[in-house]
Structures are given as C-alpha cells and as structure tokens.
C-alpha cells in the first residue's frame, strides 16, 4: 500500500459497497457521504463471523480504498452480534475447502512457498495503511479473530470476551503475521505462554493485560469507547505523524545510535510542513488544528526500510534438482 501505489476509485459512499461478510457504516450512519471515522463490522451473523476468503479479500478491499481516501481518517474494526469472530470457518476449511475433516484440498495445485495466508493478508492491509485502525472486540475472539487485530494501532476489548490463540489445540501455527506482532506488543513470555497452551481467557486477564490498551464492562461500551476515540484522533491528529510514529516503532533501526540518526532526519522533513505549520499555528490561536497532509507529504526519507513484495509467486515448471 504505500507509494507508488496504482491510484484507485473511490466511493461515494462506503455503506455502499459490496464488500462480503463486512458492512461498512459511516459516522453517523445518517451521512451519505464518507466521514473521517468509518466503522468497519465483521458480519457473518449465522457463522459467529468466522473468517473466510471473502471476509479477507473485502477487508483487504476497504483497507485499499481507505490508504488512499483522504476523507478517511480512523477505522473502528468491531463484530457483529455476541461474537467478534471464532477464528477461520472450520466447516469450509483453512483452505477453502477442506471441511471438518482437516485434509488438504487442492494441495498439487499449489506449493508451501507459493501459498498466502488469508489472515496474513488482511493484517498486512491493516498494519500498511497510512491510517490508524482501532479494534472494538466486543465479543469473544479467536484465532484469526485475534490475530488479524494485532496490526491494529488501539485495541480495546469488553472485559468477559474469551481470547484464544488456540493453533496448537489445531495442529497449526500462529498465522496473520502474529508471531511478528504478538511478541512486541505483550512480551516474549506471555506470547509463548498462550501459544503454548492455546487455552482461552477473559480479556480482563492478567495475561492479556499488554494486549488491550482499555477494558470495557459491556460489548455496547466497548464500541461507544472505539467510537469516541476514533472521532478524537480524527479531529485531533495528523495523519503523517501517527502513520510516522507507527513505522519508526515496527521499522525503527536496532540501536539507540542508529535511531537517532533515523528520528533526526524524519523529523527535520517535517519542519515547517504543512501539518507541522498547522500544529504550531493551531496551538497559539487556541483553536482545534485542521490537519490536511496525507501521504504524499510524507518527508524524503520515507519509508527507510527495504520495502519486501509478497505477491502471489508466479508458478514455475518442475522443482529444481537438489543435487
């Protein structure tokens, strides 16, 4: 998602969309036009929005669209009913197909190395785009369900929802880019504790207490809390900056010398931009600042990181000899 990227066309109205297995809502849902916060709903209602191909390929769909919607400033990624997704839809497969009983669908069609997890895409979607996503876990989540919400700048969570990163109760692995994020934001040892035992605890437990920036006493506070913060950061905050301070935190250099160098040069290109101008100007006037970068602002030096392709491997004739 980040620059070059192909330009797309966007809606005149989210709510709109043919998204499946999301709906996507306006706030207020009464606006016919985009706003800066857009509630984003994982709906499957007969499913406990479990997570399928489709669900992927439409929040991956949105996440596009909105990298390049300057009317769009947050994302609030909440669930629909009692449940804020149980993970990948067992009944149709991890790949599309393979039913309850866990074999292998189409496996001769398609090698290890050129596969692509689902779950991995939309966190890639979540974790690339130039605005913040806050995740209002309403529900209980797990799996993909959890997993797919890491990439998220704000996690929040009603208190008696059950998390579960339960792949070693499913003879699989941490997928969705987890065993990158899950370390980092609540510590190696919590992190292989729950992968460990794949158990399942409230999100109020001390396990999860790095995971979840709040903690709601109801799903309906939980999402009213999401909402209240997004329309803060939307009228509060700019863009480059929050999108910057992300990048310098997941991308940063490994020594405190090396980040000096790369926070120094970031911020200089800064001074005297158009939100930096604004900022500054804003405060003195005592007045709510009207932030308009977008990432075409973005300073010279950005991205400093070697930026890594990971589409589809083109497929190739017969494997190579290994001797």
């Given at each position: 998602?980040y ?19 999301v709906?996507?809502t306006h706030?207020?849902e009464?606006?016919?036009?985009p706003?800066?916060v ?5 709906y499957?209602?007969q499913?406990n929005?479990?997570f ?6 439409s ?14 400033k947050?994302v609030?990624?909440?669930g ?6 149980v993970?990948a839809?067992?009944?149709?497969g991890?790949?599309?197909?393979a ?23 939309a966190s890639?979607?979540?974790?690339q785009?130039?605005?913040p996503?806050i995740a209002a876990m ?5 799996g ?5 919400c890491?990439p ?6 009603y208190?008696k ?22 370390p980092?934001?609540?510590?190696l ?8 035992t794949?158990s399942?605890?409230p ?6 207490r ?5 903690i709601?006493?109801?799903?309906e ?10 329309d803060?950061?939307?009228?509060n905050t ?6 910057l301070?992300?990048d ?5 250099p ?10 120094s040069?970031?911020i ?9 101008t604004?900022?500054?100007k804003s ?6 600042p009207?932030?308009?970068g ?6 010279e030096?950005?991205?400093?990181w070697s930026?890594?392709d ?8 017969p494997?190579d000899?290994?001797?």
């Open positions: 998602m620059p070059p990227s192909a330009p797309v066309e966007l809606p005149s109205s989210y709510a709109t969309l043919d998204l499946p297995h709906k996507v706030v207020p009464s606006s016919p036009e706003t800066p857009l509630l984003l709903t994982l499957r209602p499913n929005n479990a399928t191909r489709q669900m992927q390929e929040i991956t769909t949105l996440y596009t669209l909105v990298n390049q919607d300057n009317r769009v947050v609030v990624l909440t629909h009913g009692k449940m804020f997704c993970g839809d067992l009944d149709i991890f790949l599309g197909g039913g309850r009983t866990g074999a292998k669908v189409n496996a001769k069609s398609e090698r290890d190395v050129d596969h692509r997890d689902g779950g991995g895409r890639l979607a979540i974790h785009c130039s605005k996503t309403q529900g209980s989540a797990v993909v369900g959890i997993t797919m890491l998220a700048t704000i996690r929040i969570a208190a929802a059950k998390i579960g990163f339960v792949f070693s109760r499913r003879g699989i692995i941490m997928e969705a880019c987890s065993h990158y994020f899950l980092k934001l609540i510590g040892s919590r992190a292989l504790h729950l992968t460990t794949g399942v605890y999100a109020e437990h001390p396990l999860m790095e995971l979840f920036s709040e709601c006493p109801t799903p506070a939980t999402v009213s809390r999401a909402l209240e913060l997004a803060e950061i939307a009228k700019s863009t480059v900056s929050t999108k301070m992300r310098l935190m997941y991308r940063g490994s020594s405190a010398e090396e980040a000096h160098l790369l926070d040069k970031v200089h290109g800064l001074f005297g931009g158009k939100d930096n604004e900022g500054v405060f003195f006037e005592k007045r709510p009207n932030f308009t977008t990432i075409e602002d973005m300073p030096h950005w991205p400093w930026q890594i990971v589409g589809t491997i083109p497929k190739s004739g494997k000899s290994k001797l």
